[in-house]
């Protein structure tokens, strides 16, 4: 829920002679599908409809009723004292200052708007107003929205319907926005982080898209976008508060934005996102953004991906659930320079052409190397010692992919390789496939030798060759040394 308090200073020779206070209507975002806003002669309701995470319309109502979740009507036949003690009956039940405003009420005071605008007052420090200071009750719906205005007296079930169609890119900017006649009414222009460019309004009517860029809600009062877990300012292009896991991602600034990408990549809910596996290295889904996080859950047999989604019910708390959750299932990320998430990288880096058995036999010989003498005893002290992985050699384009697989996963075919990556790795890693290499510790791919099906410069007559059924000759060649 939301308002604001808005205060006008009167002068007079550059002294303050009067402070004029106004309060804004309550906004209640109920649930991502319905948002009410209370006004003194009806409510103004809307109500979303989404293709999966995309918001693609939005139907705008007058809603007469007789009843307020939150505050009687200044319209209603209720006295003062009933609509004074309801308000009481309300402060008892919330917090201490809530309780603590209750007595300093003005005594007659029926006006629900200036009930609201002292409790916000109360909440900031500032002094209590009266009736006789404010003459004002809440604004009607027609004064701020012409077009909505009601249809019939208050106190009736007759609603004004309205209906606008967004129209998002690739990406889920919303560009264009149509009203319900098929016309264009409203359309939107952004550089690559979000910051208006351009914008039209065909003023047919007085409503303008709050959901822009990434279809999110832009806050009128503050100019921020809303994205669930922060807001983001699209002038600076940056977050205003930093990730709860920014640890886990040591190599960027936790205020980045999208990894820097803006182009390519977009942060639905600005927390943590990414693809869930269970303990045995099965895929359970991804909750709506490629960012190449991996997450695993215990206890998967109750879990539902659906949750974790925009909309479910675990939508901005993804990580840390135990079995104190009701749902019997505990989630924690995987850190970025964890060995599952190293070997799954350099897997994708270097293996992902390779068929699952190929690329589990890398992924083992890469940890039969940590445990020889003849090479570092870390798995990141293996993968970056110079040649070992033609994927890490300075200027190859498979770098990225095992430094930064998030800014890859751009088409089907990548987002298939690295969920195939991370479910090996955990495979691997867990056991299941350990040792698959038979003890190989060096490979070379005759297709990739330059000139084709030559050898590297080893010697072999030290070196026994491997035979694993499922790997090709023709792509990998594997060999212990004795």
């Given at each position: 829920?939301?308002?604001?308090?808005?205060?006008s200073?009167?002068?007079?020779?550059?002294?303050?002679v009067?402070?004029?206070?106004?309060?804004?209507?309550?906004?209640?975002y109920?649930?991502?599908?319905?948002?009410?806003?209370?006004?003194?002669?009806?409510d103004?309701?809307?109500?979303?409809?989404?293709?999966?995470?995309?918001?693609?319309?939005?139907e705008?109502?007058?809603q007469?009723t007789?009843?307020?979740?939150?505050?009687?009507?200044?319209?209603s036949?209720?006295?003062?004292?009933?609509s004074?003690?309801?308000?009481?009956?309300?402060?008892?039940?919330?917090?201490?200052?809530?309780?603590?405003?209750?007595?300093?009420?003005?005594e007659?005071?029926?006006?629900?708007?200036?009930?609201?605008?002292?409790e916000?007052?109360?909440?900031?420090g500032?002094?209590?107003?009266t009736?006789?200071?404010?003459q004002k009750?809440?604004?009607t719906?027609?004064?701020?929205?012409?077009?909505?205005?009601?249809?019939?007296?208050?106190?009736t079930?007759?609603?004004?319907r309205?209906?606008?169609?967004?129209?998002?890119?690739?990406i889920?900017?919303?560009?264009?926005?149509?009203?319900?006649?098929?016309?264009a009414?409203?359309?939107?222009?952004?550089n690559?982080w979000?910051?208006?460019?351009?914008?039209?309004?065909?003023?047919?009517?007085?409503?303008?898209?709050?959901?822009?860029?990434?279809?999110?809600?832009?806050?009128?009062?503050?100019?921020?976008?809303?994205?669930?877990?922060r807001?983001?300012?699209n002038?600076?292009?940056?977050?205003?508060?930093?990730d709860?896991l920014?640890?886990?991602?040591?190599?960027?600034?936790?205020?980045n934005?999208v990894?820097?990408?803006?182009?390519?990549?977009t942060?639905?809910t600005?927390a943590?996102?990414?693809d869930?596996f269970?303990?045995?290295g099965?895929?359970?889904?991804?909750?709506?953004?490629?960012?190449g996080?991996?997450?695993?859950?215990?206890?998967?047999?109750?879990?539902?991906?659906?949750?974790?989604?925009?909309?479910g019910?675990?939508?901005?708390?993804?990580?840390e659930?135990?079995?104190?959750n009701?749902?019997g299932?505990?989630v924690?990320?995987?850190?970025?320079?964890?060995d599952?998430?190293?070997?799954?990288r350099?897997?994708?880096a270097?293996?992902?052409?390779s068929?699952?058995?190929?690329?589990?036999?890398?992924?083992?010989i890469?940890?039969?190397?940590?445990?020889?003498?003849?090479y570092p005893?870390?798995l990141?002290?293996?993968?970056?010692?110079?040649r070992q992985?033609?994927?890490l050699?300075?200027?190859?384009?498979?770098?990225?992919f095992?430094?930064n697989?998030?800014?890859?996963?751009?088409?089907?075919?990548?987002?298939?390789?690295?969920?195939?990556?991370?479910?090996?790795?955990?495979?691997?890693?867990n056991?299941?496939?350990?040792g698959?290499?038979?003890?190989?510790?060096?490979y070379?791919?005759p297709?990739?030798m330059?000139?084709?099906?030559?050898?590297?410069?080893?010697?072999?007559?030290?070196?026994?060759?491997?035979?694993v059924q499922?790997?090709?000759?023709?792509?990998?060649?594997l060999?212990?040394?004795q």
């Amino acid at each position: 829920m939301k308002s604001s308090v808005i205060q006008s200073n009167v002068y007079v020779n550059d002294q303050i002679v009067n402070t004029i206070q106004d309060l804004e209507p309550y906004t209640l975002y109920v649930n991502p599908y319905f948002v009410i806003t209370e006004f003194s002669n009806a409510d103004k309701v809307s109500k979303h409809y989404y293709m999966g995470t995309q918001r693609v319309a939005s139907e705008l109502a007058v809603q007469t009723t007789s009843y307020s979740p939150l505050v009687s009507h200044s319209g209603s036949s209720s006295s003062a004292s009933s609509s004074t003690e309801s308000f009481k009956t309300q402060t008892n039940t919330g917090s201490t200052l809530n309780q603590g405003l209750e007595s300093t009420l003005p005594e007659e005071s029926s006006n629900p708007w200036l009930n609201n605008l002292n409790e916000a007052l109360a909440n900031f420090g500032e002094d209590l107003l009266t009736l006789e200071e404010t003459q004002k009750d809440l604004p009607t719906i027609e004064s701020i929205y012409p077009d909505l205005s009601p249809t019939t007296s208050y106190k009736t079930t007759t609603t004004t319907r309205v209906i606008y169609w967004y129209h998002p890119d690739y990406i889920g900017n919303v560009d264009l926005v149509t009203d319900n006649s098929g016309e264009a009414y409203e359309f939107f222009l952004y550089n690559p982080w979000g910051e208006s460019l351009y914008e039209w309004n065909s003023g047919t009517a007085s409503f303008s898209s709050p959901y822009r860029f990434n279809g999110k809600e832009l806050d009128q009062e503050t100019g921020l976008a809303y994205y669930g877990a922060r807001y983001y300012d699209n002038q600076l292009s940056i977050w205003l508060s930093v990730d709860p896991l920014a640890h886990e991602r040591e190599r960027l600034t936790p205020y980045n934005f999208v990894s820097n990408n803006p182009i390519l990549r977009t942060d639905p809910t600005g927390a943590l996102d990414g693809d869930y596996f269970d303990e045995d290295g099965n895929h359970l889904g991804n909750d709506g953004i490629d960012d190449g996080k991996i997450y695993k859950v215990e206890g998967s047999s109750k879990f539902n991906i659906d949750d974790f989604k925009e909309g479910g019910k675990y939508f901005e708390n993804q990580t840390e659930f135990n079995e104190n959750n009701g749902d019997g299932f505990y989630v924690t990320e995987v850190g970025f320079d964890s060995d599952l998430s190293t070997l799954a990288r350099i897997g994708y880096a270097e293996f992902r052409g390779s068929n699952n058995t190929e690329q589990q036999v890398g992924m083992d010989i890469t940890l039969n190397r940590v445990g020889s003498d003849r090479y570092p005893n870390t798995l990141s002290g293996v993968i970056e010692q110079p040649r070992q992985y033609s994927s890490l050699n300075e200027g190859d384009p498979n770098r990225a992919f095992y430094e930064n697989p998030a800014s890859t996963l751009t088409n089907p075919a990548n987002r298939n390789a690295w969920v195939r990556s991370v479910s090996n790795s955990m495979s691997i890693l867990n056991g299941t496939n350990r040792g698959i290499s038979q003890g190989a510790t060096l490979y070379y791919s005759p297709r990739s030798m330059v000139p084709r099906n030559s050898k590297p410069n080893w010697n072999f007559n030290i070196l026994t060759e491997i035979n694993v059924q499922g790997v090709r000759s023709s792509h990998l060649k594997l060999f212990r040394e004795q």
